[in-house]
């Protein structure tokens, strides 16, 4: 894997510093600058969830409109999101949130440095610093892309975590994720009940070229496939490079339907392989973040999420496939996976031909 790599690996003494040294910074940035996110910080919903859990309450009744923290919608996360963040919650919301993000932020910057600096612009980009303010998931899940150790993170976020579990599928991750939501289900059974309640129009529907809209909180989840009139379909491309894993993981991201804002498309920034691609992604995250100036804002909240999508493919998908595609198609698969893949894509060019 680092073989792609110009840098030397670093020594992991030099490697734990620097993960620290930008825990450090993300931490304070997530403590100053959290507080005054719009409508509040994300993660302020599972902070008092995760209180209540913690007091043998149910947290799907004590977070939504009118409830004891008031949230635009309902918490549509499953339980194992709560309970990951139970470690959390006895802080302050500003402190809980600082720890939070400086251990995600920590973890992702030592998981990066395995293989060199190349990729650390991304610290510099509109994406980290939004997932940061908002007290997002997406450092320690694209952590535990990199961190088989971590795959048990999955389960907090399984629609969003499926496309970092291709990235380096391993039974570790899969057992680890299994294993908590178990435990998890064992401590409070009836989770499953209140979490479909909570969660029905909330979670799209797996059609990548529709939009599903919130019952509540009226926000639109997208493929990314589906924007730009069908040119998102392009991103399907990356198939071709399947052998290699930030080509999986992109096709898997391509198909997944998302909340189109500019802190979602973290895991890209797994895909440059040198400081100049991530410096391009970087800068264009914040191309990203200023087209609602360039653009102007439409009126539909759903209409914003649908330009923002157009946006964010453009920007960010379609440069990381670049980089993608002009990769060859090489990697280390397991022997009947590589087998079968072989078969279907015979298969589909038999087909594309008939």
């Given at each position: ?33 959290g ?26 009744l004590?977070?939504g ?37 400086g ?14 600096w ?58 680890g ?118 653009l ?59």
């Amino acid at each position: 894997m680092t073989a792609e790599y110009s840098e030397r690996q670093p020594s992991a003494p030099v490697r734990l510093l620097t993960a620290g040294g930008i825990a450090l910074s993300f931490a304070m940035l997530a403590w100053w600058f959290g507080p005054h996110a719009a409508s509040g910080p994300d993660f302020g919903q599972l902070w008092f969830g995760a209180r209540e859990f913690a007091a043998g309450r149910n947290p799907y009744l004590a977070t939504g409109p009118g409830r004891a923290f008031e949230w635009p919608g309902a918490l549509f996360y499953p339980v194992t999101a709560v309970a990951l963040v139970v470690p959390f919650a006895w802080l302050p919301l500003n402190a809980a949130m600082a720890l939070f993000i400086g251990l995600g932020t920590g973890l992702f910057a030592y998981g990066l440095s395995e293989s060199g600096w190349a990729r650390f612009p991304v610290f510099l980009s509109a994406v980290a610093l939004f997932a940061a303010v908002r007290g997002q998931w997406s450092f320690i899940i694209a952590a535990g892309a990199m961190i088989p150790a971590l795959g048990f993170v999955f389960s907090a976020k399984p629609t969003s975590s499926f496309a970092a579990f291709t990235y380096r599928p391993s039974w570790i991750a899969f057992t680890g994720s299994v294993a908590l939501t178990f435990a998890v289900t064992l401590a409070w059974p009836g989770w499953i009940p209140f979490w479909r309640v909570a969660a029905k129009g909330a979670v799209p529907v797996f059609t990548p070229w529709h939009a599903n809209t919130f019952a509540i909180g009226s926000f639109a989840y997208y493929a990314p496939v589906s924007r730009l009139d069908g040119l998102g379909y392009l991103l399907l491309l990356a198939g071709t490079r399947w052998r290699r894993p930030e080509a999986r993981m992109l096709f898997a991201m391509a198909l997944s339907p998302v909340t189109m804002l500019v802190y979602e498309p973290l895991l890209l920034y797994l895909i440059p392989r040198r400081m100049g691609e991530s410096a391009v992604l970087s800068l264009l995250s914040w191309a990203v973040w200023m087209s609602p100036i360039v653009l102007g804002l439409p009126h539909a909240k759903t209409d914003i999420l649908a330009q923002s999508g157009d946006v964010i493919v453009a920007l960010q998908y379609f440069p990381a496939l670049t980089m993608v595609l002009q990769r060859p198609n090489q990697g280390t698969v397991p022997k009947r996976l590589d087998a079968l893949a072989s078969r279907m894509a015979a298969w589909a060019w038999r087909r594309l031909q008939s």
